[in-house]
């Protein structure tokens, strides 16, 4: 099946810092999302994103399809942007999404 | 707040036992995935049903099964629990079955003792 792989496992950042978080994807895909998980266990959905380019206040992303990579960018961290940040992806045969490893980021004030 | 929700939001049971968690999806929505979130395997989909049908299955053990009624809230059901069971059961909908936003609810955390 696809594979996911996001990178870097583990971020440190000062507060106001930015970071770029990297999801590798191993095969066409129609559907690729971005999840932050925060403390508390909930996922919330930032971006719906299979290719091309989205921003959300101080998150943004990018999907380049035919490479198989998508980028999120967080400016301008909070500590409330703490938490784990998951990339998954369905692959072309149905809807079920595979989800990465998940990069873990600590903002610290 | 997603719009979909999920019951109980915590669960603790022992070895042997049979549970049942619930879903209900966002309004509209004809589709309902369940994932398992565990230490060691990480976020796994389990099984897809659309519109009361089921459309795709994953790792699902055959302990656990799951149906969607004619409202469309669906229910997850794992029996003859074991300790490496616990985890995180996450509810998701989206409008169709075709690529589409899925959109998580809170989850189910269940400890089994």
């Known amino acids: 099946g696809i594979q996911v792989e996001q990178s870097p496992p583990d971020l440190i950042l000062q507060e106001g810092a930015n970071s770029t978080l990297r999801c590798n994807f191993s095969d066409s895909v129609n559907n690729l999302q971005w999840f932050h998980q925060n403390p508390w266990g909930q996922l919330i959905n930032l971006f719906y994103i299979p290719s091309g380019t989205k921003q959300n206040g101080r998150l943004s992303a990018t999907t380049v399809a035919t490479e198989r990579y998508s980028l999120l960018y967080i400016s301008s961290s909070q500590t409330t942007d703490s938490g784990v940040y998951f990339c998954?992806?369905?692959?072309?045969?149905?809807?079920?999404?595979?989800f990465g490893a998940g990069t873990i980021l600590r903002v610290k004030s | 707040d997603s719009g979909v929700t999920q019951t109980p939001k915590h669960l603790i049971t022992a070895t042997g036992q049979r549970v049942t968690l619930r879903c209900s999806p966002r309004s509209g929505d004809l589709s309902v995935y369940w994932y398992q979130q565990s230490l060691d395997q990480g976020l796994q989909f389990l099984i897809q049903?659309?519109?009361?049908?089921?459309?795709a299955k994953g790792n699902i053990l055959e302990r656990f099964s799951a149906q969607q009624f004619p409202d469309l809230h669906s229910e997850l059901n794992l029996s003859s629990l074991e300790l490496g069971d616990s985890a995180l059961y996450f509810c998701?909908?989206?409008?169709?079955?075709?690529?589409?936003?899925?959109?998580f609810g809170p989850g189910t955390r269940l400890t089994v003792l």
């Open positions: 998954a992806v369905d692959d072309r045969y149905g809807n079920k999404l595979v």
């Open positions: 998701a909908s989206s409008v169709e079955g075709s690529p589409d936003t899925q959109y």
């Open positions: 049903y659309y519109n009361g049908e089921e459309r």
